[in-house]
């Protein structure tokens, strides 16, 4: 099983559509989550932080489900400029573990 | 805002050849990271460095390849014989401290592009 699991997509959606990404994680001693995003050939940047409360960051919402190992995050009024890869990653002691990444393209 | 800067932004090199990558971290950050990409693929973790020495590497990092803090300021990473499969982006990475501080956000550098050819 990977260890970080994505829906590769593509995500094909409308400005101002409402997306939801998930992502699985195998191992349940991870600390940290998070959603980074990836532009083509670029670095990853880091999108937010993931917390069991779950989190809010304008238009982008992130949740963490801990006894599922499951994280989500949903766009809403989704813009142009959202047109990224995004990357749900999990910290394993001082590590970062990536996911494949769920490419979205938002279209006029 | 600061940033992690790195050199080459791409190097192209034959095959057996040994190449150097350098990075610039953020000056007050103390843990340095090296991760790579293959085109197509996921970004997997290289080597972690603190205290002027290995924290952690993966299974990707062996012997042909070692870091190293030459000074204050540079982290480099050296691929001593390359092979075709060590083509990728490189990225080099910094944080300030360690969870649960704050300050604990991983920087990426731009990244290295390289082709062994």
């Known amino acids: 099983r990977k260890e970080v699991e994505q829906d590769p997509g593509p995500f094909n959606v409308p400005e101002g559509a409402t997306v939801a990404f998930n992502c699985t994680y195998s191992n349940s001693a991870s600390q940290s989550f998070f959603w980074y995003r990836q532009d083509c050939r670029k670095e990853p940047k880091l999108l937010m932080s993931v917390y069991s409360s779950g989190n809010e960051d304008g238009r982008f919402t992130a949740q963490l489900n801990r006894a599922s190992q499951y994280i989500s995050l949903l766009i809403r009024d989704s813009k142009l400029s959202d047109s990224a890869t995004y990357l749900c990653?999990?910290?394993?002691?001082?590590?970062?573990?990536f996911g494949t990444g769920t490419r979205l393209q938002v279209f006029p | 805002e600061p940033e992690v800067t790195q050199t080459p932004s791409h190097q192209v090199t034959q095959m057996g050849q040994e190449v150097i990558l350098r990075c610039v971290p953020i000056s007050n950050h103390l843990y340095f990271y090296w991760y790579r990409q293959i085109l197509g693929q996921k970004v997997e973790f290289l080597v972690s460095?603190?205290?002027?020495?290995?924290?952690?590497k993966s299974e990707i990092f062996d012997d042909q390849f070692s870091v190293e803090r030459p000074d204050g300021s540079n982290f480099t990473l050296k691929i001593r014989s390359t092979k075709l499969e060590d083509s990728a982006m490189y990225f080099c990475?910094?944080?300030?401290?360690?969870?649960?501080?704050?300050?604990?956000?991983?920087?990426f550098g731009e990244g290295s592009w390289l082709t062994v050819v």
């Open positions: 990653v999990v910290r394993n002691t001082d590590k970062l573990i």
């Open positions: 460095f603190y205290n002027n020495e290995i924290s952690e």
């Open positions: 990475a910094s944080k300030k401290r360690d969870p649960p501080l704050s300050g604990n956000t991983i920087y």
